[in-house]
C-alpha cells in the first residue's frame, strides 16, 4: 500500500521561514518524481516545486522561485520543501504527489497518481 504522509504546516508569521515533509512508503521512492501542490480555499491545486527521482533536476512555480527549495533523500524515502519569506498568499493546505513518470517534471495535478492528505500553512501577516 502506497502512503504519502506530510509534515510540518503550522501557523507562521509573515516574512518567517517553514519546512514541510513527505514521508513515503510502499513504492520505490528513487524512481518517483516527487512535487508539492497547495490549494487554497476557492482556488484550484496548483503547482508549488517538483524535484527528479535522483534531485538532478527541480522546477519552481513563479510565484516561489527564490524562497522555496524543494529536495529530497532517497535513503529516507522522504522529500522536502523548505519554505521561506512567507507570505499572506502562501496560505494553502500543501500536498506532496508522486509520479513515476519521464522528465519533464509536470506542472499539473492530474498527471500525478499518488498522493498526501496535506497539512496546513497559515501566514498571518
Known amino acids: 500500500q502506497v502512503r504519502l504522509v506530510e509534515f510540518g504546516g503550522t501557523l507562521v508569521q509573515a516574512g518567517g521561514s517553514l519546512r514541510l515533509s513527505c514521508a513515503t512508503s510502499?513504492?520505490?521512492?528513487?524512481?518517483?518524481?516527487m512535487a508539492w501542490f497547495r490549494q487554497a480555499p476557492g482556488k484550484e491545486r496548483e503547482f508549488v516545486a517538483g524535484?527528479?527521482?535522483?534531485?538532478?533536476?527541480?522546477d519552481y512555480a513563479d510565484f516561489v522561485k527564490g524562497r522555496f527549495t524543494v529536495s529530497r533523500d532517497n535513503a529516507r524515502n522522504t522529500v522536502y520543501l523548505q519554505m521561506g519569506s512567507l507570505k499572506s498568499e502562501d496560505t494553502a493546505f500543501y500536498y506532496c504527489?508522486?509520479?513515476?513518470?519521464?522528465?519533464?517534471?509536470?506542472?499539473?495535478?492530474?498527471?500525478?497518481?499518488?498522493w498526501g492528505q496535506g497539512t496546513q500553512v497559515t501566514v498571518s501577516s
Open positions: 504527489a508522486a509520479e513515476q513518470i519521464i522528465l519533464p517534471i509536470p506542472h499539473s495535478w492530474v498527471r500525478y497518481d499518488f
Open positions: 510502499g513504492l520505490p521512492f528513487s524512481s518517483y518524481v
Open positions: 524535484i527528479s527521482q535522483r534531485a538532478e533536476f527541480t
